[in-house]
């Protein structure tokens, strides 16, 4: 096991809804990146935090956001609830920070159904 | 033209076969480059990292091909419990965002 958690593990929620996930890094991690995977797909990006700030973001609206605290944990917030939004929801950490695609440790993952 | 682009497959083959996967990347810029493993309905796994000079762990073997802009993945002695989704990922240009192919199924039979 990679030592990152996530919580809950499945989620059921309707439209509009507000959700947040939650996610502890693997001790000595500082990075965390937040991932969402539709059925048959790659993990697309959502963002990272590092160090408590956000440090890159991909195509996601603004009603995707999360913080990063003092131990590293994060949370995934998603605001507006849409049935798109439905998917398993990663998240990831690795050691550096920064640019580059480093290694990632993922968590075992949130499994979110908008309804 | 997706920035990392895999054929999803699936691949079916017997138990001891070799077998190939590519993946190809358009940001001629990017420079670090790994495999996952995603078993069904579980989060991916690093499998290596992919060197310029070609990495090999056991079975596997990971190459790089920068003129081609493709990385690919050989699996020698294919066992049963190769069988999942094999996800290449590789850095996007400048912002050095992750992306992820879709993966390619890889199904291992007796």
């Known amino acids: 096991e990679t030592g990152v958690t996530q919580s809950p593990t499945h989620l059921i929620k309707t439209r509009g809804q507000q959700v947040t996930l939650r996610c502890s890094s693997q001790?000595?991690?500082?990075?965390v990146s937040w991932y969402q995977q539709a059925l048959g797909q790659g993990p697309q990006f959502i963002f990272q935090y590092y160090r408590e700030e956000e440090n890159g973001r991909g195509n996601f609206p603004p009603r995707f956001s999360g913080l990063q605290f003092p131990n590293y944990s994060s949370e995934l917030n998603v605001n507006a609830l849409e049935l798109d939004d439905s998917a398993l929801y990663l998240c990831?950490?690795?050691?550096?920070?920064?640019?580059?695609?480093?290694?990632?440790?993922f968590g075992p993952g949130t499994r979110l159904l908008v309804l | 033209r997706k920035e990392v682009e895999q054929d999803p497959g699936p691949f079916n083959v017997p138990e001891g076969a070799t077998v190939a996967f590519n993946c190809t990347y358009s940001n001629s810029a990017s420079q670090s480059f790994f495999w996952y493993r995603q078993d069904c309905r579980k989060e991916p796994k690093l499998l290596m990292s992919?060197?310029?000079s070609g990495n090999e762990d056991g079975r596997f073997t990971a190459q790089l091909n920068r003129a081609s802009q493709y990385i690919s993945l050989l699996i020698r002695d294919s066992k049963l419990s190769d069988s999942a989704t094999y996800l290449c990922?590789?850095?996007?240009?400048?912002?050095?965002?992750?992306?992820f192919g879709r993966g390619t199924s890889l199904i291992v039979h007796p």
């Open positions: 992919v060197y310029s």
């Open positions: 990922v590789g850095p996007s240009g400048g912002s050095y965002i992750p992306t």
């Open positions: 001790s000595g991690h500082n990075t």
């Open positions: 990831a950490s690795s050691p550096t920070g920064g640019e580059g695609s480093e290694t990632q440790y």
